[in-house]
C-alpha cells in the first residue's frame, strides 16, 4: 500500500498550552501538528488474513486476536497491552470461528494483488447485536506520540454513511480530531464512503499512522465513535497500536514547562 505523509495542523486549546510553552524550545512549530501517513505490513499467513498491522518500531499492538472461538466477545476480554477499554462491554466480532453475519463490513487488507479478507477478531462500533456501544475511549499507560489502526471500510459524513471520528486526547482534554474527510481533504491515498462498491478497496481499508510532532500533542488517550444513530454503519478498525514516549523525554518536556512557568511566575512579580 502506498504512503504518502501529510501534517494536519490546529490550534492548541488553552488546557494544552503549557503544553505548548514547553514545545516552543523543542519545535520550530508551536502549533499542534499531528503527522499523518497510510502504509502498514500485511500480518499472518497468508499473508493479510489478520489484517495490516504497523511497520512502526517500538510500538505495542492490540490484535484483538484473543478473542474467544466464537462470534461475539466483548473488549474486555482481549489482552490491551496495557491501555484501558472503556465501556469493556464494545463488541469484538470474531471471524475466525464460525462465519459472521454482521452489519458492518470487516476489515480488508488490500495488498497489492487485492483485498484478502480479514478473518481475525475485530473492534466494532456500534454493533449487530444491538447493545448499543458507538464509542470506546481508550486510555493509554503513558503519554504517547504514535497512534495506528487498520480502518476499515472507513466511512465519511454523507448523508448515508454517518461518520468514523477518531479524538486524541490528554487528560480528558481534546488535542485533536479526525474523520476521514478529514483524510481525503488533506491529500491522503484513501477513499471513504462505506458502499459496497468500495468496501473491499485496498484505498478504503488503509492502515493510518498519527504522529504527534512535538511534547505539547503527546497523548494518553483515544477516543473512536460512530457519530449518528444508524446501526447500519460501523466503525471497524483492527491492530491498534500506540508507542510510549521515552521516559526521559516526558521529564524533559514537563521539567520544560515547569522552568518556564518559574521564569515566567518571576518576571510578573518583578512587574509589579
Known amino acids: 500500500m502506498s504512503q504518502r505523509f501529510i501534517k494536519y495542523t490546529q490550534q492548541l486549546s488553552m488546557a494544552a498550552a503549557v503544553g505548548a510553552i514547553a514545545a516552543t524550545t523543542l519545535s520550530v512549530n508551536p502549533a499542534s501538528a499531528f503527522s499523518i501517513t497510510t502504509g502498514g505490513q500485511a500480518k499472518g499467513s497468508p499473508a493479510g488474513i489478520e489484517g495490516l498491522t504497523t511497520n512502526v518500531s517500538n510500538a505495542r499492538v492490540i490484535t484483538f486476536n484473543e478473542a474467544v472461538d466464537s462470534p461475539f466477545t466483548t473488549v474486555d476480554q482481549i489482552d490491551q497491552k496495557g491501555a484501558t477499554y472503556s465501556p469493556g462491554n464494545a463488541l469484538v466480532i470474531n471471524n475466525g470461528g464460525a462465519f459472521v453475519s454482521q452489519?458492518?463490513?470487516?476489515?480488508?487488507?488490500?495488498?497489492?494483488?487485492?483485498?484478502?479478507?480479514?478473518?481475525?477478531?475485530?473492534?466494532?462500533?456500534?454493533?449487530?447485536?444491538?447493545?448499543?456501544?458507538?464509542?470506546?475511549?481508550?486510555?493509554?499507560?503513558?503519554?504517547?506520540?504514535?497512534?495506528?489502526?487498520?480502518?476499515?471500510?472507513m466511512d465519511d459524513a454523507s448523508a448515508n454513511s454517518p461518520a468514523?471520528?477518531?479524538?486524541?486526547?490528554?487528560?480528558?482534554?481534546?488535542?485533536?480530531?479526525?474523520?476521514?474527510?478529514?483524510?481525503?481533504?488533506?491529500?491522503?491515498?484513501?477513499?471513504?464512503?462505506?458502499?459496497?462498491?468500495?468496501?473491499?478497496?485496498?484505498?478504503?481499508?488503509?492502515?493510518?499512522?498519527?504522529?504527534?510532532?512535538?511534547?505539547?500533542?503527546?497523548?494518553?488517550?483515544?477516543?473512536?465513535?460512530?457519530?449518528?444513530?444508524?446501526?447500519n454503519i460501523a466503525?471497524?478498525?483492527?491492530?491498534?497500536?500506540?508507542?510510549?514516549?521515552?521516559?526521559?523525554?516526558?521529564i524533559l518536556g514537563s521539567g520544560l514547562a515547569l522552568g518556564f512557568g518559574a521564569i515566567f511566575k518571576k518576571q510578573q512579580s518583578r512587574r509589579r
Open 103 to 153: 452489519t458492518g463490513a470487516i476489515p480488508y487488507s488490500g495488498p497489492p494483488s487485492g483485498s484478502t479478507n480479514n478473518t481475525s477478531a475485530y473492534l466494532s462500533l456500534p454493533t449487530n447485536n444491538n447493545n448499543g456501544v458507538s464509542q470506546v475511549t481508550i486510555t493509554l499507560p503513558t503519554l504517547s506520540n504514535y497512534w495506528g489502526l487498520h480502518w476499515g471500510s
Open 164 to 231: 468514523n471520528q477518531i479524538e486524541f486526547l490528554r487528560d480528558g482534554t481534546v488535542l485533536a480530531t479526525f474523520t476521514p474527510d478529514d483524510l481525503t481533504a488533506l491529500g491522503l491515498d484513501v477513499e471513504a464512503g462505506g458502499g459496497p462498491g468500495n468496501q473491499g478497496l485496498a484505498r478504503a481499508n488503509p492502515y493510518v499512522n498519527f504522529f504527534s510532532d512535538n511534547s505539547g500533542e503527546w497523548f494518553n488517550g483515544v477516543r473512536l465513535t460512530q457519530l449518528g444513530n444508524n446501526n
Open 235 to 250: 466503525f471497524e478498525s483492527d491492530n491498534h497500536a500506540y508507542r510510549p514516549v521515552p521516559e526521559p523525554l516526558t
